[in-house]
């Protein structure tokens, strides 16, 4: 028997990540993904983001291409100050924008001083 299965490219996409007093918040560059195409899965430590690209081809012979068709992954580890049941996700104009909140208990706090 010969398993000889084609290994799977992925593109990374493109991040960037900003912290500030409420959490972090991931932009990652993905063209010709749709909102149906993403995948955000938060498994224990790690954030895992996948995109299926549409594949629209213009009829005819190919004569140069710098696009690839392959899809994106890539994953991040998680700190353990982020509250992973409120992970939020928007895709627009096809930039992903993912923020992860921090826990209430890690984020600063105002103390009122008695006097």
Known sequence: MNNTSTPVHYLQPAASIVENAD???????MPGVTKDGVELTVDQETLIIAGKRNAARVG???LHREST?????R?????????RQR?????DQGVLRVFLP??????????????
Do not use: T
């Open 23 to 29: 959490g972090f918040i991931i932009e990652a560059d």
């Open 60 to 62: 005819g012979r190919s």
């Open 69 to 73: 068709g392959a899809d994106y992954r």
């Open 75 to 83: 994953a991040f580890e998680l700190g353990r100050e982020i509250d």
């Open 87 to 91: 992970v939020e996700a928007r895709l």
């Open 102 to 115: 921090k826990l209430e208990e890690i984020k600063p706090r105002r103390v009122e001083i008695a006097g």
